[in-house]
Structures are given as structure tokens and as C-alpha cells.
């Protein structure tokens, strides 16, 4: 009998992996230079952060210099979108971003509205894929940027970047993407990415979903494209992100790349893999419950979104934590928030069956027992919520 706690929120956090911890320690103490400084001990932390910016460019197939470290995905996606209006003094003045993007995107709306832009939301059909015809419909000469993620952090859809990019380059639209969710992960479980393969001029990413540390992110930014800083300072990265660097976050970002790199395939089939288990036992409940996507919709392979219709996802999560599950309803940042998840709502839900989604996402360390397991105690939780 398994009596662990069971962590199903992989698309919220992951562990930090041993080797990013060892070279996080080895920059704190005893080095622990200011990579601005010329002297040894600054050096040694630049070398430290050049290191890493060079594993990240081998892991997007790109130029060295088009990597910017950040404090977070956010930052990046803040980055990339107020940024990207900040240096543009053209007649473009339209921002389009889709229905179902992370709140780093969405809420980026009132900024970007108060610096002159129109901000205009796409929609998405039933099962969150953005709809590329009222895209095309409101695409123009005026539009500056596209924001669509490549894959949603709630109900796991993957996105048709590619067909996305197709379109805003036919306007010389910049293409954002939020790849927080897909770094070294599945597309599609996983054939891999190539950052300018995307079509996209900017890329948005995290460490802490990778087995790396929190409080780190990078923009991937296409050579030659617009952007400008939204800190003012020093001439830290570029002179795009001002401020002494956090290097040990950094280097811990660099080791966890260079470890996940080694094995993304067999990393992806270990997810499905306990995703499918979870299912499969989750069918054997006497009690109801429902699929979000449909199975031919492309999906993270990680991911398993579902409702038990008539209980509420706030009730479950209360009873599976008592039980040791750790789930949620959505988006970590907002799981406390009592709103219906947007994400849902875009896709066509009530407000009463978008306050019943639950999210089980599942990382490398979730085998398929664990997984079945976790399973039996979601219904246990059903039957207790139910009664």
C-alpha cells in the first residue's frame, strides 16, 4: 500500500533536480562574485551565467546573444509584450492575444491600453484551440503583436503555432508565444522545438517547470526584433534587464536544462504513461465524471483535466489534500481566487461547470502505480464531496 503524498501539479512546480541544487550552492558559497566585476570572483559568476545562457541556446537551436534571463515566465511575457510597445513608434496600435492565455499575458491589457493600444481578445473554440479564422479576420496592417501559448497551463491543448505564424507574418505581424508549459517537454511527446522554428519573434519560458529553481525565466528574442527594457539601471543583459543578476538562480536554470535535454523522449512516454494509468483507474469510479478535451485534440502528455459534474473543484482539492493528493482547479497563481477558471469560461462552460475542473498534471517522478493510486484516492475524495 502506497502512504506517500502524491503530487499531481506538475504544471505548477516541479522538484528542483540535485545537480541544479549543486551548482545553485556553488555560486552562493564560496563563490559569490558580481558578474559586472573584472576581478576573478566576477568573472567566475559571468562565466557561470554565460554557461547557462549557452545550454539554453542549444536547447532552442539559437543565437547566444537572443537569450535574456529573467526573474520569472511573467517577467518574460511582460517582457515581451509591453517591451515590444514600448519600442514601437509606428501607426500599429492593435495587441491580439487569445481568450485562454496565462494571466501574465492577459493582464499585461491595462498597460498596453494606457500606452495607446487597443487590445483586442481572440476566441477559442470548445476545446481551447484558438480560433484561426477569427484570427485571420482581424488581422491588419495596424496590428503590432500576437500573443497565443503554445500550450494551455489548465486543460493541456497544444496550439497551432506554426499556422498562427503563418498568418501575422503575411501582415509583418511579431508573433509572442508562451512556452512556459512546452520547454523541453512534449510537442508532441515529443518530436522537440526549435525556437525560430515556432515562427515566432519572441518566447516566453520558466525554469521552475523543468526541475529548476523558482524566480527564473528567459526571453527568447529573434535577432532583430523591436523590444525595449522595462527596467532602467545598468547595462546588465544586453542593457535589456537591468539589475545585478541572480546567478545562482541562473546556473541552477543552466544545470536543469542541460539534465531534462539528455532524456526528453523517455521523460514524455513516463508522463503519458502515468497520465494514462491515472485515467484508466479513474474509470472504475461509480460516480460520474467528465473529460474536458476530446481525445483527438492535440494534448500535453502530462495532462488530465476533468469534472465530476455537481462538485465543486474547491470542495475536492480540500478533501484530496487531507487524503495527500496535491491538485488544483487551474493556474497556480489564481488557485486561490473563487472566480471560475477563464479558461473554461472561454471554452464554452457555465460559471457553475468551470468552478468544477480539476487539473492533474504529472512530472518525471509519478510512475504508474503512483499514478493509479493518486486515481483511487480522487474517487475516494468523489465519494466523500458527493455524500
Known sequence: MIDARIRLDAAATTGLHPEAREEMLACLEPEFGNPSSLYREGRRAKDAIDTARERLAVALDSLFAENLFTSSGTEAANLALVGTALAHEGSRRRVLMSAIEHHAVLHTRGLLERLGFTVEVIPVDAQGLVRLDALEASLDEN??????????????????????????????????????????????????????????????????????????????????????????????????????????????????????????????????????????????????????????????????????????????????????????????????SLEPSHVLLACGWTEEQAREGLRFTFDDTIGEELAREGARRVIKAADQVGR
Not at 246 to 257: E, R
Not at 276 to 292: I, Q
Request: contains cysteine.
Open 143 to 336: 496590428v503590432l503583436l500576437v500573443s497565443v501559448m503554445h500550450a494551455n497551463n489548465e486543460i493541456g491543448t497544444i496550439q497551432p503555432v506554426r499556422e498562427v505564424a503563418r498568418l501575422t507574418e503575411r501582415w509583418g505581424t511579431l508573433l509572442h508565444v508562451d512556452a512556459v508549459q512546452t520547454f523541453l517537454g512534449d510537442p508532441e511527446a515529443t518530436g522537440g522545438w526549435a525556437a525560430g522554428d515556432l515562427g515566432a519573434d519572441l518566447i516566453s519560458i520558466s525554469a521552475h517547470k523543468i526541475h529548476g529553481p523558482k524566480g527564473v525565466g528567459a526571453l527568447w528574442v529573434r535577432a532583430g526584433t523591436p523590444i525595449a527594457p522595462l527596467l532602467s539601471g545598468g547595462g546588465q543583459e544586453r542593457e535589456m534587464r537591468a539589475g545585478t543578476e541572480n546567478v545562482a538562480a541562473i546556473a541552477g536554470f543552466g544545470a536543469a536544462i542541460g539534465v531534462q535535454i539528455k532524456s526528453v523522449r523517455s521523460r514524455e512516454a513516463q508522463r503519458r504513461g502515468a497520465r494514462d494509468a491515472f485515467l484508466k483507474e479513474l474509470a472504475l469510479a461509480t460516480r460520474p465524471w467528465e473529460a474536458t478535451l476530446q481525445t483527438q485534440t492535440p494534448c500535453l502528455s502530462g495532462h488530465a483535466h476533468i469534472r465530476f459534474p455537481g462538485l465543486s473543484a474547491e470542495s475536492m482539492l480540500i478533501v484530496l489534500d487531507r487524503l495527500r493528493v496535491s491538485a488544483s482547479s487551474g493556474a497556480a497563481c489564481s488557485s486561490g
